[in-house]
């Protein structure tokens, strides 16, 4: 049985405006919301033209739920986005040059060269990069927020991880230490239904993440993933509660991974009712028709997006491929301070 | 004999020892019904079941405490962890249970357990997928090493892993699992661990290498040809290590170049080195040199390669050496 509260789906454009979106907010979410997308669907292009060695990670089907989450987040707030979050870079301004410079491994990406994939972020954006261990992020956006609470700063730390990820004992040791000291920090749990191939009842026996929660002494709430909207409000919800003093959230957001764990796999083990099923939710769509019936969006708004969102992505492929490939000779760099590093601010 | 993939010779060498003792059994993420992210583990859990197959939760650390709790209950658990650094977070388990328990209960339980994982770079992967870890493990009491560089290997290693008594870390060469073809014999096939094989026999100098460098250091003997006789060694079980080999190699020619793909410092070289120091001294006629990667962090694609130990970067070494 359900523990975690299962969030409403956002009626209204009344109900946005109170959660804080106003016409035009909604319109730049559909449009990172595109973006996203458009990011992920050209970086598939770059590896099929081998542009990309290794493999591919996408977040299709996660749109929503990230740029929903990242749209909530305040611009002194930190997170710390995973593979299926492209929408938090995009939503946070990170430009899609640099994150196409970042799939090529050049050096104008996030990590110049240093790492691929989505392995980056950029920390003036508030941003942690993540490392390929799952969930090793939720135990240091922790120390983000039991930071703030030292300082007495308003700022919230936002922690990703996957349903997979949440069986590592990093995910205990993080909420117990968030909810001993009711630090501001909320958790985002992408549940996507499957961690490769294993599906959710080989991962957890609760019937939601979410459910865990009361265990550390905080509130669990599942949310429908591809609603942006309620996602929006719970994300919204949860950080403010966070910011004002009332301890931290897991918020669960549930979708389905629409490909393959990356594109090496071709994801066999998946029922293909399954994705027939999601097909029907996919998050643009589904936002784009409430749009259109909620908001007004006309045939020139939306084509205006649309046109432009494809522009930038078109611009944004030409300059990374101008952008240069890593000097060999930077190899042995940055594994410890400079003399330089002395003057330069490490944190903020 | 078949001639297989290195991947698939380790998947044949599933299928003969589950068919054979049936007290094996593997675990690990995604090793059921994907059968294992290279498939090496394919076609197990049709075969043998779930419970002798089977899919644990992405938790590396409680795979291998389970494993040892499933060797207290009397089976032979055969852990897969999905890459080298995914190994990290079982660390905890693989020093504090793994490799001491024998010696807790002295030598009143045993702990047949097999770890094994691909590990290195050359494939173009990202961060913590490249990883060359072996270190750490030969570093832990308890613990054997173990890193094929062929096909029949990887099989033959991997058997004596399941049936040796103790718990045995073997690391598969990834760039190699399906770039590496060889003959692999059939059925019941055990390379017995603590013996290194020459793969090349030579009089002027050795090359000494294991997994994925093995292939590169016979390259630069091939590169080096016209100009002296180069003894290849592959070291196949890095504990127990085959000391007389090593030594009786370094007897033969006096020279001795050590290749490893790991970061430098307190590498598996050096290992090699201070024992070539402490025994074999005088038949050395000059110093013992090591090839290896540098103490940072593994890059990613675009600079790999300068990270990589090269065919040139061992040739180097060695005409160095035999100029000395
Ligand atoms: C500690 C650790 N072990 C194994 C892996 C290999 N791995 C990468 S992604 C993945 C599945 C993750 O599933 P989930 O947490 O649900 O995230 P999703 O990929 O579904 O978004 C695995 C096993 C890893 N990244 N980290
Ligand atoms: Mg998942």
């Known amino acids: 049985m359900a523990i975690a509260r299962e969030a409403e789906p956002v009626g209204s454009l009344k109900e946005v405006r109170e959660a804080g979106l106003d016409r035009e907010d909604l319109l730049d979410v559909y449009r990172n919301m595109l973006v996203t997308r458009g990011v992920e669907e050209r970086g598939h292009i770059l590896y099929r033209q081998g542009k990309i060695p290794g493999s591919f990670y996408t977040g299709r089907g996660n749109e929503a739920a990230a740029v929903g989450v990242a749209t909530a987040m305040g611009t002194d707030d930190v997170g710390t986005p995973l593979h299926r979050d492209m929408g938090v870079h995009i939503t946070r301004g990170v430009e899609p040059w640099r994150i196409f410079a970042q799939y090529m491994g050049r050096a104008d990406g996030p990590t110049k060269g240093k790492d691929g994939n989505v392995h980056m972020a950029d920390s003036n954006l508030g941003l942690l990069a993540m490392v390929s261990h799952l969930p090793a992020m939720l135990p240091v956006a922790v120390g983000c927020a039991l930071a703030f609470r030292i300082r007495e700063e308003s700022r919230v730390a936002v922690a990703w991880f996957g349903e997979g990820a949440s069986a590592r004992g990093d995910t205990h040791e993080g909420m117990n230490f968030a909810g001993v000291r009711q630090l501001p920090v909320v958790f985002i749990c992408d549940n996507n239904q499957w961690a490769y191939s294993t599906p959710t009842h080989l991962q957890y026996a609760t019937e939601h993440v979410a459910d865990r929660a009361q265990s550390y002494g905080f509130e669990g709430v599942v949310v429908d993933g591809t609603d942006v909207l309620a996602v929006y409000r719970e994300a919204k919800r949860a950080i403010e509660k966070a910011r004002a003093g009332g301890g931290p959230t897991l918020v669960e957001c549930l979708t389905l991974r629409m490909e393959g764990h990356a594109v090496h796999d071709d994801a066999f083990y998946v029922p293909k009712d399954m994705f027939e099923e999601w097909a029907k939710n996919d998050p643009i769509e589904r936002f784009r028709t409430w749009l259109r019936d909620n908001a007004d969006m006309s045939d020139e708004e939306e084509d205006e997006i649309t046109a432009g969102v494809k522009r930038l992505l078109t611009e944004s492929m030409r300059r990374a491929d101008e952008s240069p490939m890593p000097d060999p000779a930077t190899l042995l760099d940055g594994v410890y301070a400079t003399p330089e590093d002395l003057d330069t601010p490490h944190h903020k | ?324």
């Open chain 2, 1 to 324: 004999m078949a001639e297989l993939t290195l991947v698939e010779a380790i998947n044949s060498c599933f299928h003969h020892e589950l068919q054979r003792d049936d007290s094996v059994m593997v675990m690990g993420e995604d090793v059921g019904r994907a059968g294992g992210v290279f498939r090496a583990t394919a076609g197990l859990r049709d075969r043998f079941g779930p419970d002798r197959c089977v899919d644990t939760p992405l938790a590396e650390a409680g795979i291998l405490g389970t494993a040892v709790g499933l060797c207290m209950a009397g089976w032979r658990p055969v852990c897969e962890l999905q890459y080298d650094a995914f190994s990290y977070p079982a660390l905890d388990q693989l020093i504090t249970h793994v490799g001491r328990y024998r010696w807790r209960t002295r030598g009143g339980m045993e702990f047949p357990i097999t770890i094994r994982m691909p590990y290195g770079g050359g494939v173009r992967a990202p961060e913590l997928h490249d990883d060359s870890p072996e270190t750490y493990y030969v570093h832990t009491p308890g613990v054997k090493v173990a890193i094929p560089s062929t096909p029949s290997d990887a099989k033959g290693l991997l058997a004596a892993a399941i049936r040796d008594p103790d718990p045995v870390v073997v690391f598969e060469p990834k760039l190699h699992y399906r770039t590496m073809r060889g003959e692999v014999p059939e059925g019941d096939h055990v390379v017995p661990l603590g013996k290194a094989r020459v793969a090349r026999m030579g009089s002027d100098l050795t090359l000494v290498a294991y997994g994925s460098m093995v292939p590169l250091v016979e390259r630069a003997a091939d590169a080096l040809g016209g100009d002296a006789s180069v003894e290849v060694l592959d070291v196949r079980t890095l504990k127990p290590l085959d000391e007389q080999a090593l030594l009786a190699s370094a007897a033969k020619t006096g020279r001795v170049v050590i290749v490893q793909e790991a970061p430098r410092t307190c590498g598996y070289a050096a290992e090699l080195a201070a024992i070539l120091a402490e025994k074999a001294i005088l038949d050395l006629r000059g110093p013992v040199l090591r090839v290896t990667g540098y103490d940072v962090p593994y890059p990613y694609w675009q600079i790999e390669d300068a990270y990589m130990p090269s065919v040139e970067r061992v040739v180097d070494a060695a005409r160095k050496l035999l100029q000395y």
